[in-house]
Nanobody
Framework: QVQLVESGGGLVQAGGSLRLSCAAS????????MGWFRQAPGKEREFVAG???????DYADSVKGRFTISRDNAKNTVFLQMNSLKPEDTAVYYC???????????????WGQGTPVTVSS
């Protein structure tokens, strides 16, 4: 299995930007679909963005046009660029690897520990 470690979270004002990173070890991410999920306090975890092995991406409607997922297979790292952040983006963000599907959470088999993002109004 691949091991994943997220970084880059923190506190930011509304309208600001953050770039999350997900460093993988154990196996190459080129073998996997990679995704970002988030879980806000008191809510269920939800899909944010995913990227296929070939580089095509998919996004939750709530983040389209503001977030961009990318992958650097040579560095074994996945990124989530988050712009125009809103207070409702506050959550713990998780990186995950899938062998089957981009948006379906149950398809993801390897998860990081999460990095918290807080957006103040």
């Amino acid at each position: 299995q691949v091991q994943l470690v997220e970084s880059g979270g923190g506190l930011v004002q509304a309208g600001g930007s953050l770039r999350l990173s997900c460093a993988a070890s154990g196996r190459s991410i080129s073998n996997y679909i990679m995704g970002w999920f988030r879980q806000a306090p008191g809510k269920e975890r939800e899909f944010v963005a995913g990227i296929s092995r070939s580089g095509s991406s998919d996004y939750a409607d709530s983040v389209k046009g503001r977030f961009t997922i990318s992958r650097d297979n040579a560095k074994n790292t996945v990124f989530l660029q988050m712009n125009s952040l809103k207070p409702e983006d506050t959550a713990v963000y998780y990186c995950a690897a899938s062998s089957l599907a981009i948006t379906r959470e149950s398809a993801y088999h390897s998860w990081g520990q999460g990095t918290p993002v807080t957006v103040s109004s």
